[in-house]
């Protein structure tokens, strides 16, 4: 089961109280897991990515076991201990403000 | 008694306050969807239940929401917004060519008659409807595709489509307002467009009365006299008498012509607002006085209305989505600031009183005559 982690303001969207747990059958990418989370709550196709799998947007990065993931290939598989769910994987609003 | 409901987008959140036909108690509901940027919210003519809401961030773009019970509760719907065809370009600031991108709706029109049926005004300037209760999203290309478009070029807010007006007397007619190309109309039901700018003159522009390029702030019309047009310009206040084929200033004795809303009196279609600003570099009320100006006369001879507005040390902006009228029999006229205030007033205009002063800086304001 992967752990995924939202932002704040994506959990209100999609209406999601706390972590979300997927399973996700195959191997374990940011695609899939973007997939999966996508299929499960509509509302967040193309506020993360654009729709139908489009790039990343500007301001969202991708975290898990420290370290930034954000510029890895979609289909580069995710470090075992997010495909095992020992670490969750953190979808994350980019530190912006001012 | 008959009721109304004001519809507040701002930067941080949607906000929806009501009150009865006396408007001096208001319930303040939200924010709803706190912390993101609401453009516009606004209510289907054709059931005042159905709602929609522009939502967007720099985070994580667009968001359309709709409610189906008077903002109560929300769903998100359709959030795909993409450019028929080939999208090709348009002029960016420095007037070299730039593709067009989808950044965000500013404005949501629905159907005079459909509660389904819905028109977005959106940056960059392109016109799309939905008839499916906002789940779908399609492009009427006619608008960017009738060949001024690759000349358009962005105001310094972004070349957005900021306003929508359905004839309710001419079936398929309706208007659309671009900054800074200009306005826009439509026979057809939108399917095929044409400038209607003649008579506007910008100085801001190398040809001052070009027949496209002009900064058009708003456009406003009274339902019983469609032909009768009324902008609120960059600069200049104008007024068509022909549903847009010519235009004519009537900025009168203003003590200045630029600002960004205009709307009419629900009952008096020669009785107008614009809130007077400053210049293009000072996005403020001249001399610090907070006044909403009204012609009685369709333009030209205005009056200041100050009466419980701020008078001294007033520095907020009040954008072009951000001024509405009500239809009870007393007409109500509403507008937000960018300091977070809302004003009503429940005389048309004579006396005023803020409903909420601390909001985030207020983007949109719509109101909603309920029975």
């Known amino acids: 089961m992967i752990r995924v982690v939202l932002p704040s303001h994506l959990r209100a969207l999609a209406g999601i109280d706390g972590e979300v747990a997927l399973d996700i059958p195959g191997p374990v990418t940011q695609c899939s897991v973007l997939d999966a989370l996508e299929a499960r709550y509509p509302a967040l196709r193309g506020t993360i990515r654009g729709h139908g799998g489009g790039p990343r947007r500007a301001f969202i990065r991708f975290f898990a076991c420290e370290q930034d993931l954000t510029h890895q290939a979609p289909d580069t598989p995710l470090p075992e201990p997010v495909a095992s769910g020992a670490e969750p994987y953190l979808i994350v609003a980019a530190m912006a403000g001012g | ?371």
């Open chain 2, 1 to 371: 008694m008959s009721r109304v409901r004001v519809l507040v987008g701002t930067r941080k959140g949607a906000f929806v306050l009501s009150a009865d036909g006396k408007r001096d108690s208001w319930e303040v509901s939200g924010p709803h969807f706190a912390g993101w940027e609401i453009y516009h919210v606004k209510g289907s003519p054709a059931d005042a239940d159905r709602l929609y809401a522009s939502q967007c961030s720099g985070w994580s773009g667009q968001v359309i929401q709709r409610s189906d019970d008077g903002g109560t509760t929300w769903e998100p719907v359709g959030n795909q917004f993409r450019y028929d065809g080939i999208p090709g370009t348009h002029q960016w600031y420095d007037g070299t060519p730039h593709p067009w991108e989808f950044e965000r709706v500013w404005h949501l029109e629905p159907s005079l008659e459909d509660p389904d049926t819905v028109y977005a005004g959106v940056e960059d300037a392109g016109l799309f409807r939905s008839a499916d209760g906002g789940k779908h999203w399609d492009e009427l290309p006619g608008l960017r595709g009738h060949g001024s478009g690759p000349s358009w070029q962005p105001g310094a807010g972004g070349m957005c489509l900021h306003t929508i007006i359905l004839d309710p007397a001419h079936p398929g007619r309706m208007f659309a307002a671009i900054s800074a190309a200009g306005a826009f109309r439509s026979d057809d039901a939108g399917q095929t467009w044409r400038p209607v700018n003649h008579g506007l003159k910008s100085e801001g522009i190398p040809d001052p009365d070009a027949e496209v390029g002009h900064c058009v702030h708003r456009i406003a019309m009274h339902p019983s006299r469609p032909d009768v047009l009324y902008m609120q310009k960059h600069w200049d206040v104008m007024r068509s008498d022909d549903a847009g084929e010519s235009w004519r200033e009537v900025s009168g004795n203003l003590p200045t012509d630029f600002g960004f809303p205009i709307d009419v009196h629900a009952h008096e279609p020669d009785t107008i607002y614009v809130v007077p600003i400053t210049s293009d570099a000072e996005h403020f009320p001249p001399d610090g006085r907070l006044r909403v100006y009204r012609s009685r006369t369709g333009g030209d001879d205005w009056e200041p209305l100050t009466s419980g507005l701020p008078q001294q040390h007033c520095y907020v902006n009040v954008l072009r989505d951000a001024m509405a009228v009500d239809s009870l029999e007393d007409c109500g006229i509403y507008f937000g600031t960018t300091g977070g205030q809302v004003y009503a007033s429940p005389d048309a205009g004579d006396t005023w009183a803020p409903i909420v002063r601390d909001l985030p800086a207020v983007l949109s304001v719509e109101v909603q005559t309920l029975p």
